[in-house]
């Protein structure tokens, strides 16, 4: 390997690409609430866009290029208003309606063939300081590089967000939303203290309505579906507050700090002469590790760990530890995190790195996470929950796949380390539904030529397939697995083809929440005017 930076954890290698993580002490109300660094710029007025306009083609695509629908408009809203009269136009007019914000969903839901009115929210991406709310108020369309930047350079704070600048809050809020700072500070919406969501009534109109997680909010349930539900279920939101639950008491702080500093380190491991005994052992340790220091308030949260399995084709898979440099502590934790993970394993690493880096900048930073090329880029990631190390069964089926002659050097199994802070809020206190996990696994391919499509999607199927082989397929809940997570859509769980396990795509995602989120969807989307193949 002659090229180090090529060891670097990107992106949509796919998921996560680096981030920072936790530490230093929260901030003071005082200083949260302080005014806006620079005020939003102008809105533009109401734009619709249909077939044959020269802008059309570049507006059909998100993030994921195997996707392109063929809506009868594209409506560009830059204000709450805009999106109001938009959703009313198309229950009018009987048009299915699907809003999009970063655009980074990773199935068809915004490209549907059945959509009709696609709405593009990315100029509404203002982040400001709401004082009526006393909480941070984040439009759909910022990407989590603006709200990042935003909230640090107006008042030095974050949300426990995702680690891809480009993805946006629109949709990685009402899913969850988690990343490097999780461990410490929970879920994104356990900081959610409110929404503005646009909803459309039994009639031929649509409203605005605000729901906050207060204990007299009417509206409350409808705050409480965007802890977790998932996009495109019950409205469009245009806002979100966010304010921790210290909060709410008198002096508690409005929102985590963001650390100023970061260290990454990365460890690199070649496959030439990797034994399988090996293997396994670096993967078992890595997930015990995270049994025994994931408990809500243990001494490692600070911690986020990461091993990026690559398949055999790219050389090397990585070992990345990342944690606020500032953490007293901070390289030994580091130190004994390598060390326990690697224990026994009698590996030596062809790379290693360990160096510090402004927080910011490697929160904001777009590298190359972007997968394929800028014309063609074209990926599919399955996901589950993990409540503790894999079996040995996955582990060996996760070797045998990622030592196979049909995999690609863009072919990867993700192990992401979770669990910590995010344990300690109850089940059904959000939508989360999945609390005492202490990791991720994300199983992803990516390439460019439609032409591979056939085959790399037959060799990420196989592979989830043959992982979770002892319980149908797919990730059920039990002792080790525990379903997976709505951020991370997957279709293939609704065809009983690759889902033999009698559990269905929606209880896989939600688990005992689900009737009360298809409530909350009869009750405020009657008519199904937001839908999608996995959508309540």
Not at 17 to 25: Q, Y
Not at 84 to 90: F, L, N, P
Not at 140 to 152: E, I, K, M, N, S
Not at 156 to 183: F, K, Q
């Given at each position: 390997?002659?090229?180090?930076?090529?060891?670097?954890?990107?992106?949509?290698?796919?998921?996560?690409?680096?981030?920072?993580?936790?530490?230093?002490?929260?901030?003071?109300?005082?200083?949260?609430?302080?005014p806006?660094?620079?005020?939003?710029?102008?809105?533009?007025?109401?734009v619709?866009?249909?077939?044959?306009?020269?802008?059309?083609?570049?507006?059909?695509?998100?993030?994921?290029?195997?996707?392109?629908?063929?809506?009868?408009?594209?409506?560009?809203?830059?204000?709450?208003?805009?999106v109001?009269?938009?959703?009313?136009?198309?229950?009018r007019?009987?048009?299915?309606?699907?809003?999009?914000?970063g655009?980074?969903?990773?199935?068809?839901?915004?490209?549907?063939p059945?959509?009709?009115?696609l709405?593009?929210?990315?100029?509404?991406?203002?982040?400001?300081?709401?004082p009526?709310?006393?909480?941070?108020?984040?439009q759909?369309?910022?990407?989590?590089?603006?709200?990042?930047?935003?909230?640090?350079k107006?008042?030095?704070?974050?949300?426990?967000?995702?680690?891809?600048?480009?993805?946006?809050?629109?949709?990685?809020?009402?899913?969850?939303?988690?990343?490097?700072?999780?461990?410490r500070?929970?879920?994104v919406?356990?900081?959610l203290?409110?929404?503005?969501?646009?909803?459309?009534?039994?009639?031929?109109?649509?409203?605005?309505?605000?729901?906050?997680?207060?204990?007299?909010?009417?509206?409350?349930?409808?705050?409480?579906?965007?802890?977790?539900?998932?996009?495109?279920?019950?409205?469009?939101?245009?806002?979100?507050?966010?304010?921790?639950?210290?909060?709410?008491?008198?002096?508690?702080?409005l929102?985590?700090?963001?650390?100023?500093?970061?260290?990454?380190?990365?460890?690199?491991?070649?496959?030439?002469?990797?034994?399988?005994?090996?293997?396994?052992?670096?993967?078992?340790?890595?997930g015990?590790?995270?049994?025994?220091n994931?408990?809500?308030?243990?001494?490692?949260?600070?911690?986020y760990?990461?091993?990026?399995?690559?398949?055999?084709?790219?050389?090397?898979?990585?070992?990345?530890?990342?944690?606020?440099?500032?953490?007293?502590?901070?390289?030994?934790?580091?130190?004994?995190?390598?060390?326990?993970?690697?224990?026994?394993?009698?590996?030596q690493?062809?790379?290693?790195?360990?160096?510090?880096?402004?927080?910011?900048?490697?929160?904001?930073?777009?590298?190359?996470?972007?997968?394929?090329?800028?014309?063609?880029?074209?990926?599919?990631i399955?996901?589950g929950?993990?409540?503790?190390?894999?079996?040995?069964?996955?582990?060996?089926?996760?070797?045998?796949?990622?030592?196979?002659?049909?995999?690609?050097?863009?072919?990867?199994?993700?192990?992401?380390?979770?669990?910590?802070?995010?344990?300690?809020?109850p089940?059904?206190?959000?939508?989360?539904?999945q609390?005492?996990?202490?990791?991720?696994?994300?199983?992803?391919?990516?390439?460019?030529?439609?032409?591979?499509d056939?085959?790399?999607?037959?060799?990420?199927?196989?592979?989830?397939?043959?992982?979770?082989?002892?319980?149908?397929?797919?990730?059920?809940?039990g002792?080790?697995?525990?379903?997976?997570?709505?951020?991370?859509?997957?279709?293939?769980?609704?065809?009983?083809?690759?889902?033999?396990?009698?559990?269905?795509?929606?209880?896989?995602?939600?688990?005992?929440?689900?009737?009360?989120?298809?409530?909350?969807?009869?009750?405020?989307?009657?008519?199904?005017?937001?839908?999608h193949?996995?959508?309540?």
């Open positions: 390997m002659t090229k180090p930076e090529r060891l670097q954890v990107r992106r949509r290698s796919l998921i996560v690409g680096a981030g920072a993580v936790a530490g230093g002490a929260l901030t003071s109300p005082a200083a949260a609430a302080a806006a660094a620079a005020a939003p710029a102008a809105a533009v007025g109401a619709r866009i249909t077939p044959g306009d020269r802008r059309y083609d570049s507006l059909l695509r998100g993030n994921n290029f195997r996707f392109a629908g063929r809506p009868d408009e594209i409506r560009v809203c830059a204000t709450t208003e805009q109001r009269q938009a959703v009313s136009e198309a229950v007019a009987g048009r299915r309606v699907a809003p999009r914000s655009g980074h969903c990773f199935e068809n839901f915004t490209a549907d059945g959509v009709r009115t709405l593009d929210l990315s100029p509404m991406d203002a982040v400001t300081f709401d009526a709310m006393r909480a941070f108020a984040v759909p369309g910022a990407t989590l590089g603006q709200v990042y930047r935003a909230l640090f107006g008042w030095g704070v974050t949300i426990p967000g995702g680690s891809c600048p480009s993805v946006g809050a629109g949709g990685h809020i009402v899913g969850g939303g988690y990343g490097a700072l999780s461990r500070y929970g879920s919406v356990d900081h203290y409110g929404v503005e969501v646009v909803v459309a009534d039994r009639g031929d109109t649509a409203r605005t309505v605000t729901a906050t997680r207060e204990a007299d909010d009417p509206n409350r349930e409808l705050w409480w579906a965007h802890t977790g539900g998932g996009g495109g279920n019950f409205g469009v939101v245009t806002k979100y507050w966010l304010r921790s639950p210290e909060a709410d008491d008198a002096g508690g702080p929102l985590p700090p963001a650390p100023e500093r970061m260290l990454e380190s990365v460890v690199a491991f070649g496959w030439d002469g990797l034994t399988e005994e090996s293997f396994s052992t670096l993967v078992r340790n890595f015990v590790w995270h049994e025994r994931s408990a809500p308030g243990a001494p490692a949260l600070g911690l760990g990461l091993l990026l399995l690559s398949h055999r084709a790219a050389g090397y898979f990585t070992l990345v530890a990342q944690i606020d440099a500032d953490l007293p502590g901070a390289d030994g934790m580091v130190t004994a995190f390598e060390a326990a993970v690697t224990a026994g394993a009698g590996v690493p062809i790379f290693t790195s360990r160096r510090t880096s402004s927080w910011l900048h490697k929160m904001t930073w777009p590298g190359t996470g972007e997968s394929g090329d800028a014309t063609s880029r074209r990926y599919k399955k996901a929950c993990l409540r503790r190390s894999m079996t040995p069964h996955q582990i060996a089926a996760v070797h045998r796949h990622l030592t196979d002659d049909s995999g690609t050097a863009d072919a990867s199994v993700l192990l992401i380390g979770y669990g910590g802070q995010v344990r300690a809020v089940p059904g206190q959000t939508a989360v539904a609390r005492d996990v202490v990791m991720k696994a994300v199983y992803q391919t990516a390439w460019s030529d439609e032409s591979d056939a085959a790399r999607l037959a060799w990420v199927r196989e592979l989830y397939r043959d992982v979770y082989g002892e319980t149908g397929g797919v990730p059920v809940p002792e080790v697995n525990d379903g997976s997570y709505i951020n991370y859509p997957d279709v293939d769980l609704l065809d009983p083809a690759w889902n033999t396990s009698g559990v269905s795509a929606h209880q896989l995602y939600y688990k005992d929440d689900l009737p009360r989120l298809r409530r909350m969807k009869a009750r405020w989307d009657p008519r199904g005017t937001f839908r193949a996995l959508s309540l």
